[in-house]
């Protein structure tokens, strides 16, 4: 199996197709254009420079474009380059496509989904399942496949899915050592709490955020979402009212972008974990480039940290 991108140490060279998730136009000192391109493949990304680009490379070079590239891997500004020294466009002699290059959770879907099924089935109350089974059906197909963000955590093929799962499995662990927490509240907030980032961002390749993801927000739409359901399904117990504030709260604080403080003990819960998870995802990514011994690059949504690899870690 060819080694990934980020497994390449500093000098050494490489030769390599991936795939460009992001192309973004500069002007260098001397006046000219250059491309900031962020390329990837299974093991993730990297960043790497275009210099004296022209218009017809801006074109050539666009996200989803798969090319092929000779460089050297070197350390700039606490954190591994590629250093282009030759570049192309795939060509029809280049077996290789796009599904070749994307990161993918390590569950499969269809794992995921007997999962996720099987803790909609454990819950009890009728209203709760009910409106968070016809959420899941609505966008089961783009949930499955999504990431879970941009960048910083779970960025990758069905990271929206893995993350719900790992949060559904902290959830009933943690239920277990607290049994107040209402699991149904728990099992459907942790469902449908970034449920709404399946209209939020563009879909599982080269991920941006859509015109309703930057004027609106995830949170936004999913309460939308849970109003609409509730009236399509006759529902109008308390139980919706509850399930949109597990949505609003869920970041936490007003200044990480949650519009309501959590004010019941499974909003509280739903944040922790969902805050757990998203870091030790960060955290595990981050440790994975680096060797015992190292440090790895700061981490900007860990306050900008840089975190140690003890050398007995294997």
Known sequence: MAKGILHYDTGEQVDVHLLIKSSTKGIASNGKAFLTLILQDTSGEIEAKLWDASQEDEVTYSPQSIVRVLGDIHHYRGRNQLKIRKIRPKNDDDKIEISDLLETAPLSKDVMNEKITQYIFEMKNSNIQRLTRHLLKKHGEAFIEYPAATKNHHEFVSGLAYHVVSMLDLAKSISTLYPSLDTDLLYAGVILHDLGKVVELSGPISTTYTVEGNLLGHISIMVNEIAKAAEHLQIEGEE??????????????????????????????????????????????????????????????????????????K
């Open 240 to 313: 919706v009212v509850i399930l949109q504030h597990l949505v609003l709260s869920h970041h936490g604080k007003a200044e990480w972008g949650s519009p309501k403080p959590p004010m019941i003990k499974e909003a509280e819960i739903l944040h922790y974990i969902d805050n757990l998870d998203a870091k030790m995802n960060m955290l595990d990514r981050a440790l994975e480039r680096v060797k015992p011994g190292e440090y790895t690059e700061r981490v900007f949504a860990l306050d900008n940290r840089s975190f140690y690899k003890p050398t007995f870690h």
